[in-house]
């Protein structure tokens, strides 16, 4: 919950915990695969226990995908708590619309199935988030929207 880049469900969770309005690039309709840190453990274990005989690129991941503010949707039910949404409509320089990780490689090389499913993994994550800190979260999470603007990587 302190680092504003760790990734879209500690910003989401801190905005609905603290009660910061929450900016959402693009429409809100990009879709990104959630994979809980269990599972991308136990697939580097694999590697390295029985690495494949040359060097290749692996996508670890659920497989599936979820929208972010279906995403939102489900941490406000969970959580009993809503946000102030701001639909910026502006994208990230090199940020891709859809993700969802084909897992066709690393399930042959390394038989690889992801064993945690996506509300498993968030009810785990939001149990965990209600105990940290929010001090400063707004502060933070205005400062690394401020970064991405000074950078020029928004358009």
């Known amino acids: 919950m302190r680092n504003p880049y760790a990734g879209i469900l500690p910003l989401f969770a801190g905005a609905l915990m603290s009660g910061e309005p929450l900016q959402i690039f693009e429409d809100g309709f990009q879709t990104r695969d959630f ?11 694999r590697a390295v226990a029985e690495p494949p005989n040359e060097p290749v690129a692996l996508n670890i991941g659920s497989g599936t995908s979820m929208n ?3 995403l939102l949707a489900e941490m406000e039910l969970r959580l009993n708590r809503s946000t102030e949404v701001q639909i910026t409509g502006e994208f990230r320089e090199g940020d891709i619309r859809h993700h969802c990780a084909s897992l066709e490689r690393v399930g042959a090389l390394l038989g690889f199935v992801p064993q945690v499913m996506f509300r498993q993994g968030l009810v785990e994550f939001l149990d965990w988030s209600c105990g940290e800190p929010l001090i400063g979260f707004g502060d933070r999470y205005t400062a690394s929207v401020a970064e991405i603007r000074r950078h ?4």
Not at 35 to 45: K, L, Y
Not at 152 to 155: K, S, V
């Open 68 to 70: 972010l503010l279906d």
């Open 152 to 155: 020029r990587l928004l358009q």
């Open 35 to 45: 994979v809980h840190v269990v599972d991308v453990v136990a697939a580097t274990c």
